[in-house]
């Protein structure tokens, strides 16, 4: 019992220490800040779980390195023989079995929250093309808006030819625009291969697959510009094909929204609102550069 | 425990010399060698693959090779180091020890296990000839995802291919050491009575049984969606690209079980042997064996959180991959146990085990998060990612490898290992190891997503440092080569018992082992 002992005592003290470290973790070693409510919850989730484990990790540990330390031969160690103890081995069964419970129930309220995709006051699909993000708002204010999405980043900056700028690789030419603190469903599907939507600071990360539909949420609860990537291999360029969200407040979202369906109206660039046709493959310049909308797949 | 018959000092083989003798040989010896030769050369060349990548990645920008080329670079590292080093090296294993271990002559079918290696190489020529060839390598990833594996030119047909016949392989392997454990073992071994190392391998090699043809149906079911008009995985076509990842990955998930299990044999071996002190809880670590590999065929889908599962589905793969670090935890326990008031010493095979077990038990905890639905779907296809599993595969099945080559070599040539190289190869092994993979975890949390060749200014300096670690490590590896040369050409001769506290029917024939053993049955009471 001594062992299990030692595992379980410290166990008892997590939630506290828990939300004293949450804090103090500067984010190049953690998740980035949360803005949404279930990212808010998966950072803490994740928190707890790195102490729990950090804690059984260093009680594990600790009796193994004073035995290393300890029961050596050169210092005249003499082998015990005992080879099992079945209370001892029903414990460090048992015990486990709860600390997984108690992890777990957290986690369950989180994957429900996660899944409960109802009510949306905003609905946009996003289609992952080999490589950029097509975005249509299907539902809710900006209806009708559809527009390509593509890495604004320069080749030279890419090709060392030029010195890289701040948001190197995470910058698009059109972003998807969301006011704050609304509901906004994502859906999600895809155009030729398997694409993942994906912007850390939401919780949120979807599988974009073609023929299928998915979906997903998020409630932005602070304005600001928000940055991902496509988080499934789909090709050459990959690498190449951010997510940028600005969330921005409900006045300023309801202008973008009236100049957007205004120039939609008369143009066809890369904001095009409206219509059948199928979302425009024409991209912007540095967009062109480095990620050709239709050049063939790679290997093909 | 066994008496050695006067045959067995002798050396005796007759048959072929030279090339021939190895290309027609049905020796377990023999094809271990072969096994343990052909791994390492696909480990170093999946090495140069990954340092390659390391070396582009050592900074933002493109500077080495072009997308195209880096996706290629990492497929094939992984199929290369899965397929071609991990699983060979443990197959390479279990030729060389299971008969000694258990009292038999050979391996049940020595002409199928002759069969078995010599498949590999014509399958390692395809896979890395297909560099070569117009389009190049596959560059879908290892797990070859439909429809992008569609899209791919012919290196991917090469690559299918290849997988075919490694898994014929696998599967002949399995059915030999599955009929070899069962039926050869010694009057009075028991199966309760068996070496870890025995039962592990049994376990996986059901298994392999089980999951090889899985993957085999995958893959060929994407070679028909690129050649031969069908629609498995073409929505289009009324197909759906998602049951790919469900048949792949209910391959996939017992597979790394199997690149697992036979190292927790390993280390139940080193363990005991060096604290002086029997096993701990013998009969729970057979339990655990076959908890997990039990387990290990209801979570497959913990791969696939982001593709959008309904929440019940999520929820039961959810808790079906977390129960597995209960028996994963039993394990570590009882390691820790059988150390606790031995008398220890630290040969390097004792470091590679002690090693292991740390450095593994970090890959399980970062598994238990990402078995975690939501954690998951945050670092899901990003670093973090890559870090468990390196952590798990390098830290776990390659050190179990090193520590089990290092206590197995003095039966294999008669020498002992340099022990001072040993040493070195292991603390190298180790220190640039962490300083390559833990920077990992923080850039997969910090949002840099895996697979891609170039990336966010914020990952700069971990990626840096990565890198340097990687060819630290890299480079450590070299200093195998020269322990196992040195110790094949010589050095201090090995006794039968080559370690003070081991225990088991290899230690009781000479060192080197003869070339035929137990023709006689030993008899275990
Ligand atoms: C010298 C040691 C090694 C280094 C430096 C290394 C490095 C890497 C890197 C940089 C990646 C690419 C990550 C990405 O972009 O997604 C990778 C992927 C991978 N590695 Fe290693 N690795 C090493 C050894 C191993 C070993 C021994 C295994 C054993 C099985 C292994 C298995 C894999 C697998 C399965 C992948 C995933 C490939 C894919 O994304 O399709 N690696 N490794
Ligand atoms: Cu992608
Ligand atoms: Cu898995």
Redesign the pocket.
């Known amino acids: 019992m001594r062992l299990a002992g030692r595992v379980a005592a410290p166990v008892i003290l997590l939630p506290v220490a828990s939300a004293a470290v949450a804090q103090s973790i500067p984010s190049k070693f953690n998740l980035p800040p949360p803005v949404t409510p279930i990212g808010a919850q998966i950072y803490d989730l994740h928190n707890l779980m790195l102490i729990i484990c950090l804690v059984i990790f260093v009680a594990v540990f600790g009796v193994m390195f004073w035995a290393v330390f300890r029961h050596r031969k050169s210092r005249g160690a003499v082998a015990a023989n005992f080879h099992e103890n079945t209370s001892v081995e029903i414990a460090w069964t048992i015990i486990p079995v709860f600390i997984l419970l108690g992890m777990a129930w957290p986690a369950t309220k989180t994957v429900l929250d996660m899944k409960n995709t109802a009510d949306p006051d905003i609905t946009i699909k996003a289609t992952g093309y080999q490589w950029k993000w097509g975005y249509d708002y299907l539902q809710g204010e900006g209806q009708g808006i559809r527009f390509v999405s593509n890495l604004s980043t320069p080749r030279d900056q890419i090709e060392g030819a030029a010195p890289k700028g701040e948001h190197y690789l995470l910058e698009v030419d059109n972003p998807l625009v969301v006011p704050v603190g609304k509901r906004i469903r994502v859906l999600t599907t895809a155009n030729d291969v398997i694409h993942s939507w994906w912007v850390p600071a939401f919780g949120v990360k979807q599988d974009a697959i073609p023929g299928f539909i998915r979906d997903a949420w998020f409630r932005a609860d602070t304005e600001g510009v928000y940055r991902g990537n496509c988080a499934e291999?789909c090709g050459r360029d990959h690498g190449f094909m951010p997510v940028e969200v600005h969330v921005v407040s409900q006045q300023a979202y309801t202008e973008w929204v009236a100049r957007q369906l205004a120039a939609g109206a008369a143009s066809d660039t890369g904001a095009t609102a409206q219509g059948a046709t199928p979302v425009p493959a024409a991209p912007t310049e540095g967009a062109a550069q480095s990620a050709p909308a239709n050049a063939a797949p790679a290997g093909n | 425990m066994a008496a050695v018959t006067p045959d067995q000092l002798h050396d005796h083989h007759h048959g072929p010399t030279g090339l021939m003798r190895w290309i027609t040989t049905t020796n377990h010896k023999d094809i271990g060698t072969m096994y343990l030769i052909f791994a390492f050369v696909m480990?170093l060349s999946?090495?140069v693959l990954?340092?390659t990548?390391?070396a582009e990645?050592f900074q933002p920008g493109l500077q080495i090779v072009q997308p195209e080329f880096f996706n290629q670079l990492?497929?094939m590292?992984?199929l290369v180091?899965?397929f071609g080093?991990?699983m060979p090296a443990f197959v390479g294993f279990a030729n060389w020890q299971i008969p000694l271990m258990i009292g038999a002559s050979d391996m049940a079918f020595a002409r199928m296990n002759n069969w078995s290696f010599w498949l590999l190489p014509p399958a390692a020529i395809l896979l890395i000839g297909s560099f070569f060839v117009p389009g190049g390598a596959t560059a879908a990833?290892?797990?070859m995802y439909a429809p992008l594996s569609v899209q791919m030119g012919i290196g991917q047909d090469m690559a299918i291919f290849a997988v075919h016949i490694m898994g014929v392989s696998s599967i002949m392997g399995a059915i030999n050491i599955v009929v070899t454990v069962l039926n050869m073992r010694a009057p009075g071994m028991k199966l309760m009575k068996m070496p870890l190392f025995c039962w592990a391998w049994l376990i996986t090699a059901y298994l392999l049984i089980a999951v090889m043809p899985v993957l085999a149906g995958a893959v060929t079911m994407v070679l028909t969606d690129r050649h031969f008009g069908t629609s498995f995985f073409n929505a289009a076509g009324g197909g759906d690209p998602v049951m790919y990842q469900h048949i792949f990955w209910f391959f996939g998930h017992p597979e790394v079980y199997i690149?697992i299990l036979p190292a927790f044999g390993i280390i139940s071996h080193i363990i005991p042997t060096f604290a002086r002190k029997p096993l701990f809880g013998y009969a729970s670590m057979v339990y655990a064996l076959a908890a997990i590999a039990i387990l290990s065929f209801s979570v497959w889908a913990h791969h696939m959180f982001t593709t959008g599962m309904p929440a019940v589905g999520q929820l039961f793969f959810m808790y079906a991959t977390m129960l597995i670090a209960v028996p994963t935890g039993v394990k570590v326990f009882n390691w820790t146990a059988t150390m606790w008031r031995g008398s220890m010493s630290f040969e390097p095979p004792m470091l590679w085990a002690v090693g292991f077990i740390l450095v593994f038990t970090i890959g399980g905890f970062t598994g238990l998060i990402v078995a975690v639905a939501p954690i998951d779907i945050q670092v899901q296809d990003t670093?973090y990612v890559?870090a468990h599993?390196?952590y798990v595969?390098?830290a776990g099945?390659?050190f179990a490898l090193f520590g089990g080559a290092y206590y197995w070599l003095p039966k294999w040539t008669g020498h002992m290992p340099d022990e001072r190289l040993g040493k070195i190869h292991f603390w190298c092994s180790m220190v640039f190891f962490n300083i390559?993979f833990f920077p990992m975890h923080f850039l997969g949390l910090a949002g840099m997503p895996?697979?891609?060749p170039d990336y966010a200014l914020q990952f700069a300096d971990f990626n840096m440092l990565a890198t340097i670690g990687?060819f630290g490590?890299?480079l450590s590896?070299l200093i195998f080569i020269v322990v196992a040369v040195k110790c094949v050409r010589g050095g201090a001769k090995a006794s039968a018992r080559a370690w003070e506290g081991a225990d088991g029917l290899e230690w009781t024939v000479p060192s080197p082992a003869p070339y035929h053993t137990f023709e006689e049955a030993p008899v275990v009471r």
Request: proline share 0%.
């Open positions: 291999l | 480990f999946g090495g990954a340092l990548i390391r990645l990492t497929t590292h992984g180091m899965i080093a991990i990833g290892w797990t690149m670093y890559v599993f390196h595969l390098v099945s390659l390559a895996r697979r891609i990687a490590f890299g590896q």
